[in-house]
């Protein structure tokens, strides 16, 4: 499109040809150059300060014994980083000592997976294992006085590798206007062929008889072109010039609005939303799937201990705490015998720290939510874990202080799906195994003999009720046992290749027999309002991924519980899994086939797929698998890496779908950058997590408004464009309209910008422009047929029209919309008042002569009703009987009806619900996922002015080109 | 970032006073601008409304149709074309060959007056087919030149009537004063009396202020080779030149009239006016056709039936549009905003 201004400005500068002033051209294009160029300088320095800040973020390295301050951006690989509590990592480490004499140290990585649970690092035995990268962007936490030596520098970091690199991102808007203006330039190539051809038989016949032009008798060679690249500089106005400015200038100011927008903001922390590629943010309301990581994006990550199943006995089922629980209560206090196992292993079994503040309250820091959890409710329940210090670990269990020596810790593994602690009884001497993980990680390994079928019913109740289930068990140890194993264990654990498996096949030797003590249930709490946001959401039409690395029953789980998918009567889940690729076609090809027989009926149908088959099914059955994502609406992957949620995003950008990602850590950076629009959450700390759901889709809900709001302003931008091709003012016009698309905002009723709405604004537009052309011709004809009046006359036909034709399509009237709207009108006859005062001007007098002839004014009443009547009964007739969506919504909204079956939106939470009003609105918009017509006379005035303008041109401009036009009609 | 930021993991029942001031802080300032909750009034298309509008533009409009016609038919116009006719019978196979030939061009034409015509009464000629908006044509001017005698030079943009062969520059230069129109007419009432024209004032007045120079002198004009229009009198500023101000106001259209002069006299029905023309003017080449048009003025201007009729015609239409509404509205009544209509309510196993 540049290219196209930049060609059209350089034919303006060959005089021969041009049929208007080159200053029109340039004038203009230097200026919305200079705006852009201001625009984008600005964003670039803007990051250029964020980078810089990042860059010189004061780090201690160590160099020869002493601690000096440096930049972050002089890290090279080989120093030791000095690192204090709470600091955030500059680069990739290896962790080479800690203040804590374990040499235990631990990190956040919040900032890379959105998990805010600590992290573990140990001071690898012999500095080995590419594990204890310390990756950028973790916070050091605690006690970690960590001596760090630096294994990569900038972006060699395995978070600057894995980021990929970004694709621009177009919106869907842009990629439309991109198509448009390539049709107009089709179009306009076409007409300029025609009438150049045209244009040179008359010239050759008719032209030369006219003696008083004084045609040379031979031309140049380039003679036959001359025409034709006239029409064609004529034509250019047909793709005004300032479209892709005002473009973005709409773009950031709406990015704006979304940082503004006050309920966007997460009340717990005040962290505001911000958009922070200005440029797609119109995009938003055009977004068919929607893909979501889970943990910290759905769910809070807070875990909550709920309740319980020990011995037997549910705890917590009649009120849903079962902390609050009096049976669980006089349990504890009466000592029952198999509680108060089941609070110690809540309480030992972990790898929390308890942190003792000066006034005595205890808080934990841990590394998995889940165990804080554990460990908080045992506190509660008066099995307080108190202090670890060493391999010493104190408990107080009703104010008796208990101790215990931990002697190794069974780490817990993905694979192995458990985690168990071997620890000594101070006082009996007593060696004990400890274990907590899945249900299918230790009821299998329960001792022979014991029941387990009640376990798992109640495992079963617990994950329907959406709950994170943990199977807490123990057993005693022999010593001799034990010896023998932990040599094994020190062994396994040193051993320098597969170190990983080595140790867990050691582990799985002690971990047998068991003991099963209860269940646990934690609820992961879902963010506020999820569920229905959700739901809402679904009903608008839009698709819902969740790629998660959980577990395929827990991603299950949280799908259900938050209206990803339905239970069972209504929904249906069809799962792909598989380890080998016969497995895995079987599956796909069943579960398509459930698809397709389905897809008719309205039942959701949702498949769950696991990391595994979806690699394979990636890599061999991509086609069944692109079917089979266009075809539901919804879908859960489990145990995907990051790369497989890029890979997801980019083959439903392949269906040609929009897609928008969310997501909070590092992992899903990837997909962010994929997706047509990202929405990463900020800020990533803590509570803030809490707010990720509203704000996400607080952001969709607020900004589908917009889109017709920048079509809008294209609108109105256009009105202006007269005015600023018109004569001499056009900078002066420019900066009125620039301010014009802050000024329209707040129009309901989504537009979708494509062809056929074009079309009916191409239409609209000819039949104005023939409107205007005729009666200006007409009504000014004979001894009024004066150039420069006749071009005024036209001119304001076209201003007065599009005045009407905005106001007509605006659907809300701020006071801003009518300052727009006929300050625009009155803005142009101010300024030509004033260039008709000016007597070096080429229209001096002309607009005074104009305004003081009542015929000027007739004909303008007459532009206008010839253009606005059957217009307005045309849209009349569309708006009541043949309503979209949209109007009737309207309608309904106006008329103070019911907004009915938007009702079930109506119980939503917070902040949600003050979104209500636009967000019924928005609703239908995004109800059909294929771009539809909706309102097929959106305001998409790209053509609008078009017409009247290469007319115009002419006719003000002059010359035979135009008057060829009318021979030529 | 800082230690006072709440973690999950950080416990205890202080973190949350530690995010209060913070909340605050960060809260943007609000304002109606920035939360787009400014007053707006959402007018929708009821029928009422429409049918109101439409029978109100209707109503407007025929009024006024009936009004801007009238005043068009008041208008007396008479209008004589003549460029055949005034080639004697024998040329008029090679009329081009006449009209550049030196032979006496006078040619006398009588109208007759159809209807009482009362002064001022403008005496205007009309070619047909004449591009003065052709590219070359219309810029082949200078405006400097016209205004003032220091601009002499300023001929950039004449070619090719810019200077003469030796370099001095034409004043006024550039094609369209050189094409200036040159056939004249005067009138003599049927008794032999002379109706005189009065050719002051028929140009505009900014033009004969601002843009034609009291001091600027018509020199070289006329004198190439190639002859187009006519001579000035180069003892007369440019200012008092009208004829050539009102040519050099270039036509938007090629069919156009320029004003000749004022009659300030009554001309009664039946009046027969004897016009004695010089044609002088070549529009043979393109086969352009020269008129003489006497008319009288309305607040209109001059006659043109196309404002009243399409006045009329766009009120008939609204009207028709409005009947056609209300026949609709009461035919097949339709509730706004009827939520029924909804497809998603409509879809039975929908939601």
Known sequence: MNQYFLLIACLQLWSLITPVNPASTWGPLIFIFAVSAT?????????????????????????QGTKNLIQAQDIRVGNLVWLRENDEVPCDLVLLGAADPQGICYVETAALDGETDLKTRLIPPACVGIDFELLHKIKARAHAHAHISTIASCNETKLGMSRGIPEPKLTAVDAMIDKLTGAIFVFQIVVVIVLGIAGNVWKDTEARKLWYVRYPKEGPWYELLVIPLRFELLCSIMIPISIKVSLDLVKSLYAKFIDWDDQMVDLETGIRSHAANTAISEDLGQVEYILTDKTGTLTENKMIFKRCFVSGTFYGNDNGDALTDAELLRAVSSGSTDVIRFLKVMAICNTVIPVQSKNGSISYKAQSQDEEALVRAAARLHMVFVNKNGNFVDIKFNASPIQYEVLDILEFTSDRKRMSIVVKDSQSGKIILLSKGADEAILPHAYTGQQVRTYAEAVEQYAQLGLRTLCLAWRELEDEE??????????????????????AEVCQRLEHDFEILGVAAIEDRLQDGVPETIETLRKAGLNFWMLTGDKQNTAIQIALSCNFVSPEPKGQLLMINGKTEDEVCRNLERVLLTMRITSSEPKDVAFVIDGWALEIALKHYRKAFTELAILSRTAICCRVTPSQKAQLVELLKSCDYRTLAIGDGGNDVRMIQQADIGVGISGREGLQAARAADYSIGRVSGTSLFNSVSLMAYNVFYTSVPVLVSVLDKDLSETTVMQHPQILFYCQAGRLLNPSTFAGWFGRSLFHAIVVFLITIHSYAFEKSEMEEVSMVALSGCIWLQAFVVALETNSFTILQHIAIWGNLVGFYVINWIVSALPSSGMYTIMFRLCRQPSYWITMILIVAGGMGPVLALKYFRYT???????????????????????????????????????????????????????????NSTRRSGVPFDFFQSQSRLSSSYSRNCKDN | MNSNTPSSSAGGPGSADATAPRRNSKRPKYSRFTQQELPACKPILTPKWVISTFLLVSFIFIPIGIVSLFASRDVVEIVHGYETECIPLNSRNDKVGFIQSDQDKTCIRTLTVPKDMSQPIYVYYQLDNFYQNHRRYVRSRSDQQLRSPGNARETGSCSPEDTTVSGTPIVPCGLIAWSLFNDTYHFTSNNGGQIPINKRGISWQSDRERKFGRNVYPSNFQNGTLIGGARLNESIPLSEQEDLIVWMRTAALPTFRKLYGKIEVNLRQGDVINVTLQNNYNTYSFNGRKKLVLSTTSWLGGKNDFVGIAYLTVGGLCFFLAIVFVLIYLIKPRQLGDPSYLSWNRNPGGH
């Open chain 1, 881 to 939: 009987y043949r309503s979209s969506k949209i109007n009737i919504l309207q309608q309904a909204e106006r008329l103070g009806g019911p907004i009915l079956s938007l009702g079930n939106i109506e119980p939503q939470s917070r902040s949600l619900e003050k979104d209500l009003s636009p967000l019924s609105i928005s609703l239908p918009k995004n109800r059909n996922p294929v771009y539809e017509p909706l309102l097929s006379d959106s305001p």
């Open chain 1, 39 to 63: 625009k984008e300088a600005w964003d670039d320095y803007n990051r250029y300060l964020s980078d810089k800040k990042a860059n010189e973020k004061e780090v201690w390295i160590v160099r």
């Open chain 1, 482 to 503: 034990y010896q023998e194993w932990a040599v094994m264990f020190k062994e396994a654990n040193s051993s320098l290749v597969d170190r990983e498996w080595r140790v």
